[in-house]
């Protein structure tokens, strides 16, 4: 199978821990995308990368989250000093930049609680 | 600010029955309108999706109707089967933000046998 995966699937951390996700994309497509849902809520959108180039950045990305794609194909999501409204569903999708670019296909998401 | 507005926030349809989900968006440069299919613990599947040029996309038993003078598009759920119960999302987006999507809140559909 050559979806999007997401590692790990859960996660439990105490408030104030460094978190770091990672996600890997199918892999012809060049564009990754963070996504965090809230518990009854659609996802929102965080950040996308293009390669390994960060094009935009949601003002829900506060200056705790960073994102990377070092070598344009996985991706890490790093949360410093976790507090408990960080506590969500992060999800991560790809796309191709060519073609059907508007197409995103999601991974299963890491579940993120914080106590 | 939400961006694209759903109703309703729940739906219960017979078997057979049809669902219908609606959906609202005001940013008119939005250009592709998909819809999501999420099930508890899971990430959201992509299940239809149309571009402005047309007002109506089927795909076996759904289809979305597209009003643009209206801003607004629907999901209908034809022959609903107690396997189509989960959450529904419609989106929204453009490719002046990489086609970064907008989601709405989410409908949550039971189908009953």
């Known amino acids: 199978d050559t979806g999007v995966s997401q590692n790990p699937r859960h996660k439990i951390t105490k408030r104030g821990q460094n978190v770091t996700f990672r996600c890997d994309p199918i892999?012809?497509?060049?564009?990754l995308y963070w996504y965090r849902q809230t518990l009854g809520q659609g996802p929102e959108f965080l950040t996308y990368?293009?390669?390994?180039?960060?094009?935009?950045k949601s003002r829900l990305l506060s200056d705790r989250f960073s994102a990377e794609r070092p070598k344009g194909s996985f991706s890490t999501l790093e949360i410093q000093r976790t507090e408990q409204g960080d506590s969500a569903m992060y999800l991560c999708?790809?796309?191709?930049?060519?073609?059907?670019?508007?197409?995103?296909?999601f991974g299963p998401g890491t579940r993120l609680t914080v106590t | 600010q939400q961006q694209v507005k759903q109703s309703p926030q729940s739906l219960i349809v017979q078997k057979g029955g049809i669902s219908i989900i609606n959906c609202a968006y005001e940013?008119?440069?939005?250009?592709?309108f998909p819809w999501y299919q999420q099930f508890p613990g899971k990430g959201p599947a992509l299940l239809i999706a149309?571009?402005?040029?047309?007002s109506e996309k089927k795909e076996g038993r759904f289809t979305i109707s597209f009003n643009k003078s209206a801003k607004q598009f629907s999901l209908h759920i034809m022959d609903s089967q107690p396997g189509d119960s989960a959450t529904y999302f419609c989106a929204a987006s453009d490719s002046n933000s990489g086609y970064a999507l907008n989601f709405g809140k989410g409908t949550s559909l039971l189908v009953t046998p």
């Open positions: 940013n008119t440069a939005f250009d592709y």
């Open positions: 999708a790809s796309s191709t930049s060519s073609g059907r670019s508007y197409e995103q296909y």
């Open positions: 892999s012809e497509h060049n564009r």
């Open positions: 149309i571009r402005p040029d047309v």
């Open positions: 990368f293009q390669n390994e180039a960060q094009l935009e």
